[in-house]
């Protein structure tokens, strides 16, 4: 993980970046979880991870995503990105860790999300530091705000869903 060039310092990317240590750190339990033989409390941290995630995509989307594929020269690498949420986002929808091929393809999964990360930790947002403009990175943290909002119906501190 890049260190040199700034970028961890903006408010916004240190929230991805802890959303990312959130997310690798219920992966790994649930990794663990599996090895000891322990397939619905891998399941429950695996569901949390989903949720977790769902929101985190969603802010990363709807925010910095968006204005660095407005950039021709991010367009295609920001495409890569939002296809592997989509295709982790379908493996974890219908994930069955009581059936042994589930639980392999989780583990490579868990693994496979370390890759993604470090594309969007090494790649992209030292990109974004030298390519958006002040306004960018305030409708990008805007974006952010809204979908991680406690009113937010689907937000987990949401009081109705409690």
Do not use: N
Request: with cysteine.
């Amino acid at each position: 993980m890049c260190h040199y060039c700034g970028c961890r310092e903006i408010p916004l990317i240190k929230e991805f970046i802890a959303e990312h240590e959130s997310v690798t750190d219920l992966a790994g339990k649930a990794v663990r979880l599996l090895e000891r033989g322990d397939l619905d409390g891998a399941g429950r941290l695996a569901a949390r991870m989903a949720e977790e995630l769902r929101a985190h995509w969603d802010g990363e989307e709807r925010g910095l995503f968006r204005v660095m594929g407005g950039d021709p020269e991010y367009a295609a690498y920001v495409g890569a990105l939002i296809a592997e949420h989509r295709e982790l986002a379908a493996f974890l929808g219908r994930l069955d860790l009581h059936l042994p091929d589930q639980r392999a393809a989780f583990v490579a999964a868990a693994e496979e999300l370390h890759h993604h990360i470090a594309k969007e930790e090494d790649g992209l947002f030292p990109a974004a530091l030298t390519a958006l403009t002040g306004d960018q990175w305030d409708t990008a943290m805007a974006a952010w705000q809204t979908v991680h909002r406690p009113d937010r119906p689907d937000h987990p501190d949401h009081p109705v869903i409690h």
